[in-house]
């Protein structure tokens, strides 16, 4: 009996010491996506299967504190949706520009590249950086021909006078009207969105 209960205590001992251990996993790909974000790629999938084979158009508007937004597209085109349309962005090999792309599916889509603005402290105007970070936008209302559709906001940090430093920090989702808080501090932005023909 005394035996019994030794082998079972050495057996409890064994058992805890084993789940206490940790186990290396072989990764998969959603393991490297903090690696690719911390890069610079970003990617935002947004299903469409309820309006395949609708017609849409592109539409990149940018927006500078001050002025009126203005589309950057540069060219018009129209394409067709499928089951899912992604719009991404990664790094450029100038710190003054981010490249973006649009794909619809089926090895059909496009990219451009945005010009970005720096922002600086303005103790010191000659320090400046190229920030930029990007948030979806809230889908909540139907869609509507002829409409613009913002799917995603990409924007500048903002300069902090108070903490002394420069932040991209607040609103998860941005409001389709632009009235989130963040967007108030934003200096410079562009938003990738659509219109369906």
Known sequence: MKRNIITI????????????????????????????????????SFDTKKFKGAEVEPVVMEYVKGEEPKNVLGFNVTMSLDKKLIIGFRPSDRDSTANYLFHFGEN??????????????????????????????????????????????????????????????????????????IVKFIPHFFVLGIKIK
Do not use: H
Request: a neutral charge.
């Open 108 to 181: 059909r889509g496009f990219g451009g590249r945005l010009n970005l603005k720096p922002i600086f402290a303005p103790e010191n105007p000659e320090d400046k950086w190229y920030v930029y970070e990007s948030r979806p936008f809230e889908q909540t209302a139907s869609l509507e021909k002829g409409k613009f559709i913002p799917l995603v906001l990409f924007g500048s940090y903002w300069y902090e006078p108070a903490n002394g430093g420069c932040r991209f920090c607040g609103d998860n989702f941005i409001k389709s009207d632009l009235s989130s808080d």
């Open 9 to 44: 205590l050495l057996a409890l001992v064994a058992m805890v010491g084993q789940a206490q251990k940790i186990k290396m996993n072989d990764p998969s790909f959603s393991d490297y996506l903090p690696l690719l974000n911390a890069k610079g790629y970003k990617a935002y």
